[in-house]
């Protein structure tokens, strides 16, 4: 199992840069591939990005593709997601996520760990 911890989340206006972390414990960091996500108040929660065991491999949502950057320090056991140019529509809490697979993938339910959150608000 993994432990992990999100944090970095805050108040940005619109067009504003905001960098995430995750900060992981437990079995090794670097055989998980990592995911961020994110739930907006009433809707569902959606991929965003998400990184492979060596970073090597990154995908991307297309509401984010462009803007968004994630990585990872495998000797720091930290995941990060890199938030330019945000918008009103990037508000939400972003989940930091984890699975025991090569490579990311888009589905919530194959992803076992989980973080608590951090809120991303983003004014207008």
């Known amino acids: 199992q993994v432990n992990v911890v999100e944090s970095g989340g805050g108040l940005v206006q619109a067009g504003g840069s905001l960098r995430l972390s995750c900060a992981a414990s437990?079995?090794?960091?670097?055989?998980?591939?990592m995911a961020w996500f994110r739930q907006a108040p009433g809707k569902e929660r959606e991929f965003v990005a998400g990184?492979?065991?060596?970073?090597?491999?990154?995908l991307y949502s297309d509401s984010v593709k462009g803007r968004f950057t994630v990585s990872r320090d495998n000797a720091k056991n930290t995941l990060y997601l890199q938030m330019n140019s945000l918008k009103p529509e990037d508000t939400a809490i972003y989940y930091c996520?984890?699975?025991?697979?090569?490579?990311?993938?888009?589905?919530?339910?194959?992803?076992?760990?989980w973080g608590q959150g951090t809120q991303v608000t983003v004014s207008s």
């Open positions: 996520a984890g699975h025991k697979y090569y490579s990311p993938t888009w589905d919530t339910h194959e992803y076992p760990y």
């Open positions: 437990g079995r090794t960091f670097s055989n998980y591939a």
């Open positions: 990184i492979s065991w060596t970073g090597e491999n990154t």
